[in-house]
């Protein structure tokens, strides 16, 4: 009898079970909005996540929604936020007839979440811009700490404004505030958002993963004006961070917790200390990324201030960043530091302190203090400072092998063999605009550097992180920066090479998965012919140039087909592809710079 029973009620929940569904949302909607259909959608996104259960998807269509619409919210409630709360997961970007998430396209219909529930924002992004202080404190909050994570993916968030108290937790993460949260961010454009700490995101306690994202025009006064993490742990992949600002960290900070970040870029942030990243107390560890034109104006760390931190750097380019007093591109407080294969170039500590220290204008490369600092296969130069072009040790440990760095090996700095002074003769320094320290610069090295396989293969970490993909995550690092091969054979030995570069390697790992993405776009001038065309086509570049590159062939329904390498020629911008085993049909050609810029894509078609 009692088996009967248990037979019975495993029969009753199993069929009371709720099925997983699919509520849909779309502000234009004119149906019954029960959710069931794009026809009959919700309107508001918080009806939709009032109703949704857990294991739900949510699909948003394009348009604009404001917190403070649906869900029994007030008209103006400053305190309503697009709530997390289970395990869901939401997703917009859809025209608003799709019947498979995978014919969404979030880049072109854009899904905005916005803080501006008057719709009269004017002027720049800060704490004290009077037409913002009537906006949402925080447009998005996650509290779902359970498994699976919750997901959030394909929106723009925007126009939050967290002025308020600590006290009511309404000071921090205007865009998404996270609390002990287990969530994956997506496909995301968090930008014009203003608080004290973590102005684009603010998480405390939380497991974070964030991927294909741009972090842009955020603004706090306190710490990270991009993204602060506390105590938590973050997972960072493919994120840009751009025009960032705050007092400390004006990109990214980390606070006691746990991060790694892979292939990201940083550009032209600014705070106090620390103008591109903070991290404070904590493990860090960066692989295949990139810093540019970030400024630390008030002291130190033009675009890495490390403090108390234990963290490891591989392939990590630091270029054009400004420190008003000292470390340039970076400072490193009472840390251990352990660093391989970086390029840290064009920098500069001004020594033009603001509050007073005993240490002014040290280190336009790298300011090591009472730290733990080694440096392996890297390359050190032009960087300018009052004292300390190069690299300063000051009360701790700097030990420097298989590297190069202008006007040789420092004092105080322990030489441990293979290094040298040579100029490692980069590509083009100043870019096409001419200007050292932008993005566009070029410091790949010419065929004939010395930074050439004479590295030291030993010095390479393992691969933790899986960068290459491919299952083993106890292998040496396999990629450079720009995710090629990396112990390339140069032309003289299988030896890795000094910086962040390998000299004439293939590419391993294609980045990009689909044609359309948030990545900035540079007009790319070039012609494809014949076309169609049969085995063989023929690209022409004609501006601006382009040093060294992809060509990415996608099929019509976004697929990546097939890659080729552009490495231009003096004063050829031509290259031949050959296709093998593409069928016949229509394609889409893109170009894609040596970073994450990017051209729109030309149709071909073959024909054999």
Known sequence: MLRVLAVLVLILQTTSARAQQIVYVDRSASGAETGDSWDDAYRSLQDALFEAGAGDEIWVSRGTYLPDAGGGHASGDRDASFTIDKAISIYGGFAGAEVRREERDWATNETI???????????????????????????????????????????????????????????????????????????????????????????????????????????????????????????????????????????????????????????????????????RMGEQLLISTSFYGNVAGYMDGGALFLDESSTELSNVLISGNEAQNSGGGMFVWDSELQATNLTVAQNVALGQPLGGTIWIGTGGGIASLQSSTSLANSILWSNTAVEGDAIVNVDGSVRVSHSIIEGGVPSGITD?????????????????????????????????????????????????????????????????????????????????????????????????????????????????????????LFIRIVEPVLYEGRVQMFDMLGR????????????????????????????????????????????????R
């Open 416 to 536: 441990e063999g293979g290094m040298s002074s040579e100029d490692p003769l980069f590509r083009n320094p100043a870019g096409p605009d001419g200007i050292a320290g932008t993005i566009d610069d070029v410091l790949e090295v010419e065929g004939d550097s010395p930074a050439i396989d004479t590295g030291d293969n030993s010095a390479l970490p393992i691969d933790a992180l899986d960068a290459d993909g491919d299952g083993d995550s106890t292998e040496p690092l396999p990629i450079d920066l720009l995710f090629r091969q990396r112990i390339y054979n140069g032309g003289r030995a299988d030896v890795v090479d000094i910086g962040v570069y390998e000299y004439g390697a293939p590419v391993v790992v294609v980045i990009e998965e689909h044609p359309i993405d948030n990545r900035r776009r540079i007009p790319f001038n070039f012609s494809v012919y014949p076309n169609p065309f049969n085995s063989e």
């Open 560 to 607: 990546l087909r097939q890659t080729s390498v552009f490495r231009a020629e003096p004063g050829n911008q031509e290259m031949r592809i050959s296709f093998g085993t593409l069928e016949n049909g229509c394609y889409f050609v893109r170009l894609s710079s040596n970073r994450t810029d990017q051209s729109d894509g030309k149709l071909v078609c073959r024909v």
């Open 113 to 279: 979440l916005s803080g501006d529930l008057q719709g009269n924002d004017v002027g720049a992004v800060s704490l004290e811009e009077p037409s913002r202080v009537d906006n949402s404190f925080h447009v998005v909050t996650a509290t779902w700490s359970g498994e699976p994570a919750a997901v959030f993916d394909g929106f723009t968030i925007t126009s939050g404004h967290a002025d308020g108290t600590p006290v009511e937790n309404t000071a921090h993460g205007g865009g998404l505030r996270l609390t002990d949260a287990n969530i994956h961010l997506r496909n995301l454009r968090i930008s014009r958002n203003a608080g004290d700490a973590g102005a684009g995101i603010f998480a405390s306690g939380s497991r974070i993963v964030l991927e294909k994202s741009r972090i842009i025009g955020n603004v706090g006064s306190g710490f990270g004006g991009g993204v602060y993490s506390y105590h938590g742990e973050l997972s960072l992949a493919h994120v840009d961070f751009e025009n960032n600002r705050s007092g400390r960290a004006g990109a990214f900070g980390c606070d006691r917790c746990t991060a790694t970040i892979l292939a990201s870029t940083f550009v032209r942030n600014r705070a106090s200390f620390g103008g591109a990243a903070y991290m």
